[in-house]
């Protein structure tokens, strides 16, 4: 679980009323305010209550906090986690409070709340008018987490899907769930495959130390693993970059990292791949059979750490910055050359960009 000890700080922005196109259509109609631009989750403090969301417009216009600016006296919640889309529908999941605030995606309107069922849930995907949740349970058991699958319909959890320990990421593609097990409290190497009609677990696929970051392209299944840090209980790894066929759920290739090595993030984009190491972004073809040797380009003159959100979308490398973790975080846009163009100061700790379109 990402535990940040920070402090609550929300800057207001300027709020920009843009048109957009929804999934399925390509009317111009503007839909709301949160249109044809991206969604920010900021975890915030962990055990205080106070995540936020910013809106970040396609003309780099930006407004923080806007679900409560939307919603007074509504609370967000604790630890924002994951973001999932469903037609108008926004469902934004709170790690520690076990629950999942769903909105309007383009107004941001308050809707419901799903609050049972849910055991340090992480990330969510949905399939047809079930939504599929990563859940811990107890970060020190090992035989408690699950998949929590829930109607659509009703909001409410009908079942559970036991999974080996620590399932992270979910990914949804061609009616299968793929869930990569970073390991919870330990240190995982596996991805759980579910039908996504049946709910049944249908294999497990070994992969390299703590996978965690995936991307479906052509038929592949592109997983980001990140080794065991140098504090694990066993001897340290470096991190692979693993590649499944989806149409057998084999490896087909797996791209080692050397020393201590440590990559994460994971973006496909115009047939190359984008990750990062440190405060280093790197990129490669889709198809090479070797990692790059040296970054793309850094961003430690910005003082960047540690990546804590990463996109690349529309010609702009998106980068987001813990900070220090005591004070309000930031978002920087590149070029695809690595050239910086905007800075801005966000919600507390940045940990995801949504394209909100």
């Known amino acids: 679980m990402k535990i940040n000890k920070l402090i609550?700080?929300?800057?207001?922005?300027?709020?920009?009323?843009?048109?957009?196109?929804?999934?399925?259509?390509?009317?111009?109609?503007?839909?709301?305010?949160?249109?044809?631009?991206?969604?920010i989750i900021n975890q915030g403090n962990f055990g205080q209550g106070n995540s936020t969301v910013s809106f970040l417009s396609d003309d780099l216009v930006l407004e923080n906090n806007i679900f409560a600016?939307?919603?007074?006296?509504?609370?967000?919640g604790d630890t924002a986690q994951d973001i999932a889309f469903k037609g108008?529908?926004?469902?934004?999941?709170?790690?520690?409070?076990?629950?999942?605030e769903i909105v309007n995606r383009y107004t941001f309107a308050h809707v419901?709340?799903?609050?049972?069922?849910?055991?340090?849930?992480?990330?969510?995907?949905?399939?047809?008018?079930?939504?599929?949740?990563?859940?811990w349970g107890d970060g020190g058991v090992e035989t408690d987490d699950y998949v929590a699958v829930i109607n659509l319909s009703t909001n409410a959890v009908t079942s559970e899907i036991a999974v080996t320990e620590g399932p992270?990421?979910?990914?949804?593609?061609?009616?299968?769930?793929?869930?990569?097990?970073k390991g919870?409290?330990?240190?995982?190497?596996?991805?759980?495959?579910?039908?996504?009609?049946?709910?049944?677990?249908?294999?497990?696929?070994?992969?390299?130390?703590?996978?965690?970051?995936?991307?479906?392209?052509?038929?592949?299944?592109?997983?980001?693993?990140?080794?065991?840090?140098?504090?694990?209980?066993?001897?340290e790894t470096p991190g692979s970059l693993v590649v499944i066929n989806l149409s057998n759920n084999t490896v087909t290739?797996?791209?080692?990292?050397?020393?201590?090595?440590?990559?994460?993030?994971?973006?496909?984009?115009?047939?190359?791949?984008?990750?990062?190491?440190?405060?280093?972004?790197?990129?490669?073809?889709?198809?090479?059979?070797?990692?790059?040797?040296?970054?793309?380009?850094?961003?430690?003159e910005q003082g960047v750490y540690g990546v804590s959100a990463f996109a690349v979308e529309e010609n702009h490398i998106y980068v987001g910055d813990a900070t220090d973790f005591n004070?309000?975080?930031k978002v920087y846009v590149y070029s695809l050359a690595g050239a910086l163009q905007n800075t801005f100061t966000v919600g507390i700790t940045p940990a995801g960009f949504y394209f909100n379109d």
């Open 8 to 39: 609550l700080t929300a800057i207001a922005g300027s709020l920009l009323f843009v048109s957009c196109s929804d999934d399925d259509s390509d009317s111009n109609t503007p839909s709301g305010a949160y249109d044809n631009g991206m969604l």
């Open 69 to 76: 600016a939307v919603n007074p006296g509504h609370i967000l």
């Open 88 to 100: 108008d529908l926004a469902y934004i999941v709170l790690n520690f409070s076990n629950k999942i």
């Open 112 to 135: 419901g709340t799903i609050n049972q069922g849910l055991d340090n849930p992480r990330y969510i995907a949905i399939h047809n008018n079930k939504a599929f949740v990563t859940n």
């Open 168 to 181: 992270e990421r979910i990914l949804e593609e061609d009616g299968k769930l793929y869930v990569s097990h």
């Open 184 to 235: 919870g409290y330990g240190y995982g190497n596996s991805i759980t495959v579910i039908n996504g009609s049946s709910n049944a677990v249908i294999t497990t696929i070994a992969v390299g130390d703590v996978p965690n970051m995936m991307e479906e392209e052509d038929g592949k299944l592109y997983v980001m693993c990140e080794g065991k840090p140098s504090w694990a209980p066993t001897a």
């Open 253 to 300: 290739s797996t791209l080692p990292f050397t020393g201590t090595s440590h990559p994460s993030n994971l973006v496909i984009e115009d047939d190359k791949i984008y990750f990062t190491e440190g405060s280093d972004i790197y990129t490669m073809a889709k198809n090479a059979t070797t990692l790059p040797s040296a970054p793309l380009f850094t961003t430690t």
């Open 327 to 329: 004070s309000n975080g």
